[in-house]
Protein backbone atom coordinates (compact mmCIF):
# COMPACT_ATOMS: atom_id res chain seq x y z
CA UNK A 1 0.00 0.00 0.00
CA UNK A 2 1.10 3.24 -0.91
CA UNK A 3 1.57 5.91 1.78
CA UNK A 4 -1.37 8.69 2.11
CA UNK A 5 -1.15 11.85 2.58
CA UNK A 6 -3.23 15.19 2.90
CA UNK A 7 -1.69 18.23 0.55
CA UNK A 8 -3.17 21.70 0.29
CA UNK A 9 -4.56 22.69 -2.76
CA UNK A 10 -1.63 24.90 -3.01
CA UNK A 11 -3.10 26.91 -5.70
CA UNK A 12 0.36 26.66 -7.90
CA UNK A 13 0.05 27.25 -11.72
CA UNK A 14 3.49 28.23 -12.57
CA UNK A 15 3.23 30.83 -15.66
CA UNK A 16 5.06 30.48 -18.97
CA UNK A 17 8.05 31.94 -19.24
CA UNK A 18 8.79 33.04 -15.19
CA UNK A 19 10.90 30.71 -13.51
CA UNK A 20 9.76 28.50 -10.73
CA UNK A 21 10.35 29.68 -7.10
CA UNK A 22 10.26 29.27 -4.14
CA UNK A 23 -10.70 29.60 15.87
CA UNK A 24 -13.04 29.98 16.66
CA UNK A 25 -13.61 33.61 17.53
CA UNK A 26 -16.54 36.09 18.73
CA UNK A 27 -18.10 38.74 16.03
CA UNK A 28 -21.44 40.34 15.60
CA UNK A 29 -23.88 39.38 12.09
CA UNK A 30 -21.64 40.18 9.02
CA UNK A 31 -23.00 42.49 5.86
CA UNK A 32 -22.66 39.92 3.94
CA UNK A 33 -24.88 36.93 6.07
CA UNK A 34 -27.19 39.79 6.28
CA UNK A 35 -27.50 40.39 2.76
CA UNK A 36 -28.34 36.26 2.44
CA UNK A 37 -31.63 36.53 3.84
CA UNK A 38 -32.57 39.35 2.52
CA UNK A 39 -32.36 37.88 -1.98
CA UNK A 40 -34.85 34.89 -2.43
CA UNK A 41 -32.37 32.01 -3.22
CA UNK A 42 -32.11 30.69 -6.59
CA UNK A 43 -34.66 28.54 -8.18
CA UNK A 44 -32.57 25.19 -9.04
CA UNK A 45 -34.65 23.05 -11.63
CA UNK A 46 -34.13 19.57 -11.89
CA UNK A 47 -32.83 18.31 -15.78
CA UNK A 48 -33.58 14.49 -15.88
CA UNK A 49 -33.50 14.23 -12.13
CA UNK A 50 -30.33 16.15 -12.16
CA UNK A 51 -30.04 19.62 -10.22
CA UNK A 52 -29.39 22.32 -12.75
CA UNK A 53 -26.81 24.93 -10.84
CA UNK A 54 -26.95 27.80 -13.93
CA UNK A 55 -28.83 30.31 -12.05
CA UNK A 56 -26.38 29.91 -9.10
CA UNK A 57 -23.67 30.53 -11.44
CA UNK A 58 -25.11 33.28 -13.36
CA UNK A 59 -26.24 35.12 -10.31
CA UNK A 60 -22.65 34.65 -8.45
CA UNK A 61 -20.47 33.81 -10.51
CA UNK A 62 -19.25 37.06 -10.89
CA UNK A 63 -18.26 37.40 -7.29
CA UNK A 64 -15.99 34.96 -7.66
CA UNK A 65 -11.91 36.20 -8.67
CA UNK A 66 -8.77 34.76 -9.65
CA UNK A 67 -5.77 35.47 -7.68
CA UNK A 68 -2.42 36.01 -9.16
CA UNK A 69 0.35 36.16 -6.26
CA UNK A 70 3.94 36.86 -7.23
CA UNK A 71 6.83 35.59 -4.51
CA UNK A 72 10.29 36.66 -4.35
CA UNK A 73 13.06 34.08 -5.00
CA UNK A 74 15.03 33.01 -2.16
CA UNK A 75 17.97 30.82 -0.66
CA UNK A 76 15.62 27.73 0.88
CA UNK A 77 16.08 23.95 0.49
CA UNK A 78 14.98 22.83 -3.06
CA UNK A 79 15.48 18.91 -4.16
CA UNK A 80 17.46 17.17 -6.41
CA UNK A 81 13.71 16.41 -8.99
CA UNK A 82 13.51 20.31 -9.13
CA UNK A 83 9.95 20.02 -7.99
CA UNK A 84 8.51 24.01 -6.31
CA UNK A 85 7.98 24.40 -2.97
CA UNK A 86 4.78 25.43 -3.16
CA UNK A 87 4.16 21.88 -5.58
CA UNK A 88 1.65 19.15 -3.69
CA UNK A 89 4.19 17.06 -3.94
CA UNK A 90 7.10 18.83 -2.34
CA UNK A 91 5.51 18.07 1.07
CA UNK A 92 5.46 14.65 -0.03
CA UNK A 93 9.18 14.33 -1.05
CA UNK A 94 10.07 16.39 1.96
CA UNK A 95 7.95 13.95 4.51
CA UNK A 96 9.69 11.16 2.84
CA UNK A 97 13.29 11.27 3.33
CA UNK A 98 13.76 12.30 -0.96
CA UNK A 99 16.91 14.03 -1.41
CA UNK A 100 17.25 17.58 -0.54
CA UNK A 101 19.69 20.35 -2.23
CA UNK A 102 19.85 24.24 -1.51
CA UNK A 103 18.45 26.31 -4.61
CA UNK A 104 18.47 29.56 -5.47
CA UNK A 105 15.04 30.51 -7.45
CA UNK A 106 13.95 33.75 -9.17
CA UNK A 107 10.86 35.17 -9.51
CA UNK A 108 7.87 33.06 -9.93
CA UNK A 109 3.58 33.42 -9.73
CA UNK A 110 0.76 31.10 -8.86
CA UNK A 111 -2.83 31.16 -9.22
CA UNK A 112 -5.91 30.99 -6.68
CA UNK A 113 -9.01 32.14 -6.54
CA UNK A 114 -11.45 33.90 -4.03
CA UNK A 115 -14.44 35.59 -3.58
CA UNK A 116 -15.88 39.14 -2.81
CA UNK A 117 -17.89 39.07 0.60
CA UNK A 118 -18.45 42.68 0.90
CA UNK A 119 -19.21 45.62 -2.55
CA UNK A 120 -16.10 47.46 -1.27
CA UNK A 121 -13.75 45.23 -1.88
CA UNK A 122 -13.33 42.57 0.67
CA UNK A 123 -12.28 39.13 -0.54
CA UNK A 124 -11.31 35.87 0.94
CA UNK A 125 -9.29 33.16 -0.18
CA UNK A 126 -6.84 31.04 1.67
CA UNK A 127 -3.53 32.13 3.77
CA UNK A 128 -1.33 29.47 1.66
CA UNK A 129 -2.60 31.50 -1.85
CA UNK A 130 -1.06 35.13 -0.63
CA UNK A 131 1.47 33.77 2.00
CA UNK A 132 5.24 35.42 1.42
CA UNK A 133 3.57 37.12 -1.96
CA UNK A 134 5.16 40.10 -2.39
CA UNK A 135 2.16 41.54 -5.06
CA UNK A 136 -1.10 39.63 -5.79
CA UNK A 137 -3.55 40.62 -8.37
CA UNK A 138 -6.66 40.45 -8.36
CA UNK A 139 -8.68 39.53 -11.54
CA UNK A 140 -12.93 40.13 -11.99
CA UNK A 141 -14.75 38.39 -14.64
CA UNK A 142 -15.57 41.08 -16.14
CA UNK A 143 -11.64 41.63 -16.89
CA UNK A 144 -10.53 44.75 -14.44
CA UNK A 145 -7.42 43.57 -12.46
CA UNK A 146 -6.39 45.32 -9.40
CA UNK A 147 -3.68 45.37 -6.87
CA UNK A 148 -4.49 44.08 -3.72
CA UNK A 149 -3.59 44.66 -0.46
CA UNK A 150 -3.06 41.61 1.88
CA UNK A 151 -5.10 42.71 5.12
CA UNK A 152 -4.13 39.88 7.33
CA UNK A 153 -3.25 36.48 6.81
CA UNK A 154 -4.59 33.46 9.85
CA UNK A 155 -2.48 30.49 8.84
CA UNK A 156 -3.99 28.34 11.77
CA UNK A 157 -7.44 28.75 9.70
CA UNK A 158 -5.59 29.04 6.20
CA UNK A 159 -8.15 32.03 6.05
CA UNK A 160 -6.92 35.68 4.38
CA UNK A 161 -8.35 38.38 3.76
CA UNK A 162 -7.95 40.72 0.68
CA UNK A 163 -8.42 44.57 -0.06
CA UNK A 164 -9.42 46.03 -3.25
CA UNK A 165 -9.97 49.56 -4.15
CA UNK A 166 -13.38 49.29 -5.91
CA UNK A 167 -16.90 50.15 -5.24
CA UNK A 168 -19.83 48.46 -6.09
CA UNK A 169 -18.83 44.91 -6.67
CA UNK A 170 -21.14 41.98 -6.90
CA UNK A 171 -20.89 39.85 -3.34
CA UNK A 172 -21.81 36.54 -2.82
CA UNK A 173 -24.42 35.79 -0.38
CA UNK A 174 -22.89 33.42 3.03
CA UNK A 175 -24.63 30.34 3.99
CA UNK A 176 -24.73 28.42 7.50
CA UNK A 177 -21.91 25.59 7.44
CA UNK A 178 -23.62 23.93 10.21
CA UNK A 179 -27.23 23.72 8.44
CA UNK A 180 -25.53 21.68 5.79
CA UNK A 181 -26.58 17.83 5.79
CA UNK A 182 -23.94 14.72 4.91
CA UNK A 183 -25.71 13.73 0.81
CA UNK A 184 -26.94 17.56 -0.11
CA UNK A 185 -25.32 18.78 -3.74
CA UNK A 186 -22.91 21.66 -3.37
CA UNK A 187 -20.96 23.06 -6.54
CA UNK A 188 -17.34 24.76 -6.32
CA UNK A 189 -16.32 27.91 -8.46
CA UNK A 190 -12.75 28.50 -8.99
CA UNK A 191 -9.75 28.85 -11.02
CA UNK A 192 -7.99 24.97 -11.45
CA UNK A 193 -5.25 25.20 -13.25
CA UNK A 194 -5.61 28.63 -14.11
CA UNK A 195 -8.88 27.95 -15.97
CA UNK A 196 -10.77 31.17 -14.55
CA UNK A 197 -14.69 30.59 -13.20
CA UNK A 198 -14.58 26.81 -13.86
CA UNK A 199 -17.61 25.11 -11.99
CA UNK A 200 -17.96 21.41 -10.36
CA UNK A 201 -20.26 20.24 -8.34
CA UNK A 202 -20.69 17.28 -5.92
CA UNK A 203 -21.76 15.93 -2.55
CA UNK A 204 -20.78 16.53 1.20
CA UNK A 205 -19.23 13.75 1.91
CA UNK A 206 -18.90 13.90 5.36
CA UNK A 207 -18.62 17.09 8.26
CA UNK A 208 -16.39 18.34 10.79
CA UNK A 209 -13.50 16.19 9.38
CA UNK A 210 -10.62 16.17 11.17
CA UNK A 211 -7.20 16.68 9.42
CA UNK A 212 -3.42 16.10 10.49
CA UNK A 213 -1.87 19.11 12.05
CA UNK A 214 -5.19 21.00 11.60
CA UNK A 215 -6.73 21.52 15.06
CA UNK A 216 -9.25 24.34 14.49
CA UNK A 217 -10.97 24.36 11.81
CA UNK A 218 -13.64 20.91 11.26
CA UNK A 219 -13.66 20.54 7.37
CA UNK A 220 -16.57 19.89 5.26
CA UNK A 221 -15.49 16.84 3.04
CA UNK A 222 -16.74 17.02 -0.47
CA UNK A 223 -16.59 15.12 -3.72
CA UNK A 224 -16.67 17.97 -5.30
CA UNK A 225 -13.59 17.84 -8.19
CA UNK A 226 -11.09 20.41 -6.54
CA UNK A 227 -7.78 20.93 -7.95
CA UNK A 228 -4.09 23.45 -7.81
CA UNK A 229 -6.00 26.82 -8.20
CA UNK A 230 -9.45 26.33 -6.88
CA UNK A 231 -7.41 26.83 -3.55
CA UNK A 232 -9.43 29.93 -1.70
CA UNK A 233 -12.38 29.50 -4.29
CA UNK A 234 -16.13 29.22 -2.68
CA UNK A 235 -18.23 26.35 -1.81
CA UNK A 236 -22.03 26.95 -2.32
CA UNK A 237 -25.14 24.84 -1.51
CA UNK A 238 -28.35 24.56 -3.71
CA UNK A 239 -29.36 27.93 -2.36
CA UNK A 240 -26.40 29.86 -3.98
CA UNK A 241 -24.81 30.58 -0.14
CA UNK A 242 -21.51 30.02 0.18
CA UNK A 243 -20.76 27.38 2.64
CA UNK A 244 -17.53 27.09 2.65
CA UNK A 245 -13.58 27.81 1.40
CA UNK A 246 -11.88 25.23 -1.12
CA UNK A 247 -8.62 24.49 0.82
CA UNK A 248 -7.31 21.30 0.67
CA UNK A 249 -7.44 17.73 -0.79
CA UNK A 250 -6.09 13.90 -0.06
CA UNK A 251 -4.14 12.64 -3.15
CA UNK A 252 -1.46 10.51 -3.62
CA UNK A 253 -1.00 12.47 -7.17
CA UNK A 254 -1.46 16.35 -6.32
CA UNK A 255 -4.21 16.60 -8.12
CA UNK A 256 -7.73 15.57 -7.76
CA UNK A 257 -8.93 11.74 -6.62
CA UNK A 258 -12.80 12.28 -5.07
CA UNK A 259 -11.41 13.55 -1.55
CA UNK A 260 -11.50 17.65 -0.99
CA UNK A 261 -12.06 19.76 2.16
CA UNK A 262 -13.52 23.10 2.51
CA UNK A 263 -13.26 25.67 5.67
CA UNK A 264 -16.73 26.35 6.92
CA UNK A 265 -17.65 29.38 5.91
CA UNK A 266 -18.25 30.29 9.51
CA UNK A 267 -15.19 30.03 10.60
CA UNK A 268 -13.69 31.92 7.28
CA UNK A 269 -15.88 35.08 8.69
CA UNK A 270 -15.17 35.12 12.03
CA UNK A 271 -11.69 35.31 11.16
CA UNK A 272 -12.60 38.11 8.90
CA UNK A 273 -13.85 39.70 11.35
CA UNK A 274 -11.52 39.56 14.20
CA UNK A 275 -8.57 40.48 11.02
CA UNK A 276 -11.03 43.67 10.10
CA UNK A 277 -11.62 44.50 13.64
CA UNK A 278 -8.28 43.79 15.50
CA UNK A 279 -5.79 42.82 12.84
CA UNK A 280 -5.05 39.34 14.47
CA UNK A 281 -7.13 36.27 15.49
CA UNK A 282 -7.52 35.20 19.41
CA UNK A 283 -8.53 32.02 20.03
CA UNK A 284 -9.13 30.26 23.39
CA UNK A 285 -6.69 28.13 25.43
CA UNK A 286 -7.13 25.46 27.88
CA UNK A 287 -3.61 24.09 28.01
CA UNK A 288 -4.50 20.08 27.86
CA UNK A 289 -3.44 17.47 25.61
CA UNK A 290 -6.28 14.97 24.51
CA UNK A 291 -6.73 12.22 22.19
CA UNK A 292 -9.58 9.74 21.19
CA UNK A 293 -11.40 7.05 22.73
CA UNK A 294 -11.92 3.46 21.44
CA UNK A 295 -13.99 0.78 22.92
CA UNK A 296 -11.01 -0.80 25.00
CA UNK A 297 -10.30 2.54 26.57
CA UNK A 298 -13.85 4.01 27.36
CA UNK A 299 -14.91 0.27 28.95
CA UNK A 300 -11.20 0.71 31.02
CA UNK A 301 -12.97 4.03 31.95
CA UNK A 302 -16.53 2.78 32.67
CA UNK A 303 -17.84 4.67 29.87
CA UNK A 304 -21.00 2.47 28.13
CA UNK A 305 -19.81 3.98 24.47
CA UNK A 306 -16.22 5.74 23.19
CA UNK A 307 -17.53 9.35 23.13
CA UNK A 308 -15.91 12.03 24.82
CA UNK A 309 -11.94 13.47 24.50
CA UNK A 310 -9.57 11.79 26.89
CA UNK A 311 -7.25 13.77 28.63
CA UNK A 312 -3.31 13.01 28.38
CA UNK A 313 -1.74 15.38 29.71
CA UNK A 314 -2.34 18.57 31.39
CA UNK A 315 0.23 21.69 30.80
CA UNK A 316 1.61 22.93 34.60
CA UNK A 317 0.10 26.18 35.74
CA UNK A 318 -2.40 26.22 32.57
CA UNK A 319 -6.16 26.80 32.85
CA UNK A 320 -6.79 23.50 32.58
CA UNK A 321 -4.62 23.03 35.32
CA UNK A 322 -5.87 25.14 37.67
CA UNK A 323 -9.33 24.18 36.99
CA UNK A 324 -8.76 20.77 38.39
CA UNK A 325 -8.53 18.94 35.07
CA UNK A 326 -6.01 15.78 34.85
CA UNK A 327 -5.27 13.24 32.89
CA UNK A 328 -7.35 10.17 32.53
CA UNK A 329 -10.02 12.52 32.75
CA UNK A 330 -12.90 12.27 29.38
CA UNK A 331 -14.27 15.90 28.52
CA UNK A 332 -17.93 14.81 27.48
CA UNK A 333 -19.25 18.51 27.11
CA UNK A 334 -18.44 22.09 27.09
CA UNK A 335 -20.60 24.43 27.93
CA UNK A 336 -23.57 22.07 27.36
CA UNK A 337 -22.71 21.10 24.00
CA UNK A 338 -21.51 17.76 23.89
CA UNK A 339 -18.37 16.27 22.59
CA UNK A 340 -18.20 13.11 21.08
CA UNK A 341 -14.72 13.05 19.82
CA UNK A 342 -11.37 14.26 20.58
CA UNK A 343 -11.64 16.75 17.42
CA UNK A 344 -14.69 18.37 18.89
CA UNK A 345 -13.09 20.10 21.42
CA UNK A 346 -10.08 22.21 20.14
CA UNK A 347 -12.42 24.48 17.28
CA UNK A 348 -15.02 25.03 20.62
CA UNK A 349 -12.39 25.80 23.46
CA UNK A 350 -10.61 28.63 20.54
CA UNK A 351 -14.21 30.05 19.90
CA UNK A 352 -14.04 30.94 23.55
CA UNK A 353 -12.72 34.47 24.77
CA UNK A 354 -9.85 34.69 26.64
CA UNK A 355 -11.46 35.53 30.03
CA UNK A 356 -14.62 33.95 29.92
CA UNK A 357 -15.38 30.89 32.56
CA UNK A 358 -16.84 27.86 30.66
CA UNK A 359 -18.47 25.12 32.34
CA UNK A 360 -16.86 21.15 31.87
CA UNK A 361 -18.67 17.91 32.25
CA UNK A 362 -16.02 15.76 32.94
CA UNK A 363 -16.33 11.97 33.39
CA UNK A 364 -13.95 10.88 36.14
CA UNK A 365 -13.94 7.71 38.68
CA UNK A 366 -17.02 6.54 37.14
CA UNK A 367 -19.24 9.59 37.20
CA UNK A 368 -19.49 12.77 35.90
CA UNK A 369 -18.79 15.63 37.37
CA UNK A 370 -18.78 19.88 36.26
CA UNK A 371 -15.81 21.74 36.10
CA UNK A 372 -14.92 25.98 35.73
CA UNK A 373 -12.25 26.56 33.44
CA UNK A 374 -11.19 30.31 33.22
CA UNK A 375 -9.79 30.42 29.31
CA UNK A 376 -6.73 31.63 28.06
CA UNK A 377 -5.28 33.24 25.63
CA UNK A 378 -3.34 30.77 22.41
CA UNK A 379 0.32 32.53 21.74
CA UNK A 380 1.75 31.96 18.51
CA UNK A 381 4.73 30.85 18.29
CA UNK A 382 5.88 33.13 15.66
CA UNK A 383 4.57 36.15 14.02
CA UNK A 384 5.15 36.53 10.01
CA UNK A 385 5.26 39.25 8.21
CA UNK A 386 3.05 38.04 5.91
CA UNK A 387 2.83 40.68 2.48
CA UNK A 388 3.86 44.01 4.33
CA UNK A 389 2.82 47.43 4.19
CA UNK A 390 2.63 48.72 0.27
CA UNK A 391 4.13 51.94 0.90
CA UNK A 392 7.40 50.23 2.94
CA UNK A 393 8.00 46.88 1.23
CA UNK A 394 8.54 44.42 2.91
CA UNK A 395 11.12 42.23 5.54
CA UNK A 396 10.32 39.07 4.33
CA UNK A 397 10.66 37.50 8.07
CA UNK A 398 9.06 35.13 9.96
CA UNK A 399 9.99 35.78 13.59
CA UNK A 400 8.89 34.77 17.28
CA UNK A 401 10.32 36.57 20.47
CA UNK A 402 13.26 35.28 22.81
CA UNK A 403 12.42 32.41 25.78
CA UNK A 404 13.37 33.56 29.13
CA UNK A 405 15.46 30.70 28.55
CA UNK A 406 17.37 31.60 25.45
CA UNK A 407 17.83 35.39 26.64
CA UNK A 408 19.67 33.85 29.62
CA UNK A 409 21.41 32.00 27.35
CA UNK A 410 22.28 34.65 25.18
CA UNK A 411 23.07 37.43 27.72
CA UNK A 412 20.10 39.96 26.46
CA UNK A 413 17.16 41.65 27.95
CA UNK A 414 15.00 40.93 24.67
CA UNK A 415 15.30 40.26 20.85
CA UNK A 416 13.79 38.14 18.00
CA UNK A 417 14.85 35.13 16.60
CA UNK A 418 14.58 34.68 12.92
CA UNK A 419 12.31 31.67 11.85
CA UNK A 420 12.13 32.26 8.10
CA UNK A 421 14.12 34.66 6.02
CA UNK A 422 12.59 35.09 2.33
CA UNK A 423 12.65 38.72 -0.24
CA UNK A 424 14.41 41.34 1.28
CA UNK A 425 15.71 39.91 4.22
CA UNK A 426 17.56 36.85 2.44
CA UNK A 427 18.84 38.97 -0.04
CA UNK A 428 20.54 40.73 2.51
CA UNK A 429 21.53 38.23 4.50
CA UNK A 430 19.59 37.58 7.00
CA UNK A 431 19.15 33.78 8.01
CA UNK A 432 17.23 31.83 10.09
CA UNK A 433 18.55 31.35 14.16
CA UNK A 434 19.69 35.01 13.70
CA UNK A 435 18.58 36.79 16.60
CA UNK A 436 17.45 40.32 16.02
CA UNK A 437 18.52 42.90 19.01
CA UNK A 438 18.14 46.47 16.98
CA UNK A 439 16.64 48.12 13.83
CA UNK A 440 17.73 51.54 13.36
CA UNK A 441 19.57 52.22 16.49
CA UNK A 442 15.69 51.00 18.40
CA UNK A 443 16.31 48.04 20.71
CA UNK A 444 13.55 44.91 19.52
CA UNK A 445 11.65 43.33 21.95
CA UNK A 446 8.59 42.45 20.00
CA UNK A 447 7.36 41.81 16.83
CA UNK A 448 4.84 45.07 16.74
CA UNK A 449 7.72 46.99 17.37
CA UNK A 450 9.98 45.82 14.33
CA UNK A 451 6.65 46.09 12.13
CA UNK A 452 6.21 49.94 13.18
CA UNK A 453 9.96 50.61 12.59
CA UNK A 454 9.50 48.93 9.25
CA UNK A 455 6.68 50.76 7.79
CA UNK A 456 7.65 54.46 9.27
CA UNK A 457 11.25 53.94 8.96
CA UNK A 458 12.42 57.56 7.23
CA UNK A 459 14.77 55.82 4.44
CA UNK A 460 14.88 53.04 2.32
CA UNK A 461 16.78 50.91 4.50
CA UNK A 462 16.59 49.26 7.87
CA UNK A 463 19.50 48.56 9.52
CA UNK A 464 19.07 45.23 11.74
CA UNK A 465 21.34 44.50 14.58
CA UNK A 466 22.03 40.52 14.52
CA UNK A 467 23.52 38.09 16.91
CA UNK A 468 24.64 35.23 14.77
CA UNK A 469 26.21 32.50 17.66
CA UNK A 470 28.44 34.47 19.44
CA UNK A 471 29.06 37.54 17.08
CA UNK A 472 26.76 40.62 17.03
CA UNK A 473 26.80 42.62 13.23
CA UNK A 474 24.46 44.99 11.03
CA UNK A 475 22.38 44.62 8.16
CA UNK A 476 21.02 46.60 6.19
CA UNK A 477 17.71 45.85 4.58
CA UNK A 478 16.16 47.55 1.21
CA UNK A 479 12.51 47.93 1.96
CA UNK A 480 12.09 48.64 -1.70
Known sequence: MQPR??????????????????YGWWSTVHPAAAASTSAPPPIIQAVGGLPDFSAIVQAYGPAVVNITSTSEGSHEQGNSFGIDPNDPMYEFFRRFGMPMMPRDDGPHRAQGSGFIVNADGVILTN?????????????????????????????PSDVAVLKISAKNLPVVRVGNAGAVNVGEWVLAIGSPF??????????????????????????????????????????????GEVIGINSQIYTHSGGYQGLSFAIPIDVA??????ILQHGKVVRGRMGAAIQD??????????????????????????????????PGDVVLALNGQTINSSADLPPKVADL????EAALDVWRDHRTQRMTVKIGEIKAKSAAFAVGDNDQGRLGLSVRPLSQEEKQQLHVAGGLVVAEASGPAARAGVQPGDVIL??????????????????????????LLIQRNDEKLFIPINLG
Request: no cysteine.
Open 5 to 22: FISRVLAIFSVMGMTLGA
Open 127 to 155: AHVVDDASEVTVKLTDKREFRAKVIGIDK
Open 194 to 239: GFENSVTAGIVSAKSRSLPDENYVPFIQTDVAVNPGNSGGPLFNMH
Open 269 to 274: MKVESQ
Open 293 to 326: LNQDLAESFGLSSPKGALVNSVEPDSPAERAGLK
Open 353 to 356: KPGS
Open 438 to 463: AANGTTIGSVEQLRRLAKNASSRHLA
